[in-house]
Each structure stands twice: as structure tokens, then as C-alpha cells.
């Protein structure tokens, strides 16, 4: 059998007949529902990664409520969820904003008061109000977010850098572009030396896109800064006139020197 045959059999077959011999009690059975949710929503099976994913849910509220736990299976709908409202599926963005409401309330009570887990809901929660054009709400979510992971986690890690190019979008998109392209330049740093092995990673094109529409944002009156952008976009294989459209979309800075912000 081929490697996705054997992936296939383990995923509808196997280990749903294991699950099916846990007590809905056991914390392992609401775990279990879970992860085999996670699989098949990565594998595109939607439908079938809602059912294990409520189900999770619903052995939580029934048998490991108000736990930390809990707080990780609303999490994991929520991510199902607002993959499903970026799709055009309506009403799945509120869904998915209450499913990590819920767990940031139940984190808020359980945990530290600045863990990862915390983090982790208050940038799943800023994902959601970016994408429903909530974009103030969204920007001071992931700055507690970034605020937390900065002081926990080391200092170049890449999760941290994630988190930079989030706060930065917003900066880029509310005008704060002064700020943004500090918080882009820093994490490009982190992203260049954690994928030195491949310079044009996912993560690494992400952030340059976005530095250069900050850098074209500024050039409308520093022609460096435009220059660098053009330089960038030759770098990293990106189509330089369809930045520049991209950033004709962005507000002057409202946060550069002759503002007094």
C-alpha cells in the first residue's frame, strides 16, 4: 500500500475504531477526537473535521469543564471555523470568535496570567477580527499578544517574528507606518537567520511583502525607501508593480516625524 493509502486507512479506519473503545469520559477520548479532527481538516475532509472537532468540544463541556484542556479543543474549532469563514462560509467568523472567547476565558481563569497559551487565543482572536475588517481591534489583539510572547519566549524564535509581521500588517494598514517598518525589519532578521537554508521561505515572503508596502507607503516621499522596495521586490521574485498597486491602498503615516504622533 502507498504511504497515502496506509494515511488514509489509519485516519477513517483505525483510529476511529480506537476512539470508539475510550469511555466518553476519558480525557484520551476528547483528545483523541480532537487530533483525528485536526487530520482531517488537514487532509480537506471538512465535514467529517466538524463532527470529531464538536465532538472534542462536547466531551469538554460534559466531563473536563472549565480546564485548560477545554480551552485547547475551542481553540482547535475555532481554527476550523475561521478557516471556513475565510472561505466565504457565513457566519463561521462568529462562530469562531466565540469558540476562542471561550477559551481565552477559561485560560484567563486557569493559567498564568501571561502564558503562551493566552497568547496563542488572543492572536487566533486578532486573526478573526482582521479578517472581518476589524482592523483597530485586530492590531491591539496581537499587541498583547506580541507583549506576552516578547517577554516569554527567546528572543529570536519564530513564533516571535510571526507575531511581529501581525502587528505589523495593522500598522501598514491603519496608517502607523513609521512603526511598521521597524517591527517588519526586525522580524525579517529573525526569519532570515532561523530559514538561512532557504531564503525564499513562506514565512521570509510574507514579511517582505509587506516591508515593501510599508517601504513604498514612505517612498511616496523618500525616494530611498522606494528604491529599497524596488530592490526587495528583485530580491524576493515579487512583481514590483503589483506591490505598487497593493500600497496605493495604505493611508499616509499618520505616526512619521512632522505628525507629532
Known sequence: ASDTEMLDNFTYNIFPNLLARLPETDWASATGHGSLGSALQGRGDWDAAETELRRAVELGLAHHNGTLDLADWHNLLGGFLLDRGRAGVAGELEAALQEYQQAEAIIRQKARPRSHKLALTLNNLGAVRDTMGEKEAARDLYEEALDIWQEILPERDTRLGASLTNVGSMAVVLGQTVRAEAL??????????????????????????????????????????????????????????????????????????????
Open 184 to 261: 517588519l525589519r526586525e522580524c525579517l532578521d529573525i526569519e532570515k537567520a532561523a530559514y538561512a537554508e532557504a531564503p525564499r521561505h513562506p514565512e521570509i515572503i510574507i514579511t517582505v511583502r509587506w516591508l515593501v508596502s510599508a517601504l513604498l507607503v514612505l517612498g511616496r516621499h523618500d525616494a530611498a525607501r522606494w528604491a529599497e522596495a524596488e530592490a526587495l521586490c528583485r530580491k524576493f521574485g515579487l512583481d514590483f508593480a503589483e506591490r505598487e498597486l497593493i500600497a496605493a491602498r495604505y493611508p499616509d503615516p499618520v505616526d512619521g516625524p512632522d505628525t507629532g504622533v
